[in-house]
């Protein structure tokens, strides 16, 4: 069984749908109001950071991890399983669980955080928030997929679901909204308060809540923190366009710091 040949476009619609509603709800009942001028910046670059980095990322989208699932997906984990709901469902359970691990590794691997941190530094949070991220760590992601449509076995018509969701979610979890029951929601999973959570300024806060979809691997593996965090974004890394943002990624905070002056040098031998 494989996607009819438009499902991959009907679905990104229904995502830039999506995206469309949240910046609505945003609009008129927002959980938190931002300062305009910082907030207008923050949608200027996430927008622009997406727009640019989706014209890089096209070779690598979508398209390439169904051409991988549709060519291999046949030496996987469960590709002895017969095409029906327990093999589409461990599919799904199984990928969240590589991105809950991906993004885990993001965090405290010192080399994928070089990239990963520019998805933080944004100091508002609001659904374009889930559009920042430095294609470096794109394309990285877009390589660990690949591998576990691979590994996993899943039929290329789940990987695109899979991704869809991923999607979906990552809008939902951080729209600046609030959520009738999200307390007992984000048991089950990911929601915009545990997910604020996460991006947090402080670095022993945001090193937690990992998970995408599913909340069941941050209570597993011990990461998950339910808080109101004080301030967002991080202390030293601030970007007000695409250049800047695209730059950082190859600053280290300490070295940022030691540039600022924030940090003394090193006495001379």
Not at 80 to 108: C, M, N, T
Request: hydrophobic share 50%; net charge positive.
């Amino acid at each position: 069984m494989s996607a009819p040949p438009q499902i991959e476009k009907l679905l990104l619609i229904a995502v830039f749908g999506f995206f469309a509603i949240l910046l609505v709800i945003e609009k008129f009942r927002p959980y938190k109001k931002f300062a305009g001028a910082g907030l207008k910046a923050s949608f200027s670059t996430n927008t622009s950071a997406f727009l640019i980095n989706n014209v890089i990322m096209n070779l690598l989208s979508v398209s390439s991890l169904l051409v991988v699932a549709s060519n291999y997906s046949n030496y996987g984990l469960l590709s002895s399983l017969p095409d029906a709901p327990l093999k589409w469902i461990a599919s799904f359970v199984l990928f969240d669980l590589a991105v809950y691990a991906w993004h885990y590794l993001g965090h405290k691997s010192e080399a994928l955080w070089l990239f990963h941190k520019i998805h933080h530094s944004d100091k508002s949070f609001h659904v374009t928030t889930g559009l920042r991220f430095h294609v470096f760590d794109q394309l990285l992601e877009v390589v660990v997929k690949c591998i576990c449509a691979v590994v996993i076995g899943a039929p290329a018509y789940v990987v695109v679901l899979c991704e869809v969701t991923r999607m979906f979610f990552v809008l939902f979890h951080h729209a600046n909204i609030a959520i009738p029951g999200e307390r007992i929601l984000s048991y089950f999973i990911i929601t915009p308060s545990l997910h604020r959570a996460h991006h947090s300024t402080l670095r022993s806060e945001h090193d937690s809540n990992y998970g995408i979809v599913l909340s069941i691997w941050d209570i597993i593996f011990r990461t998950r923190k339910v808080l109101t965090p004080k301030s967002i974004g991080l202390e030293l890394i601030e970007a007000e366009n695409f250049l800047q943002l695209f730059s950082l990624a190859f600053l280290t905070e300490r070295r940022l710091a030691r540039v600022m002056h924030l940090v003394p040098r090193k006495p001379l031998p």
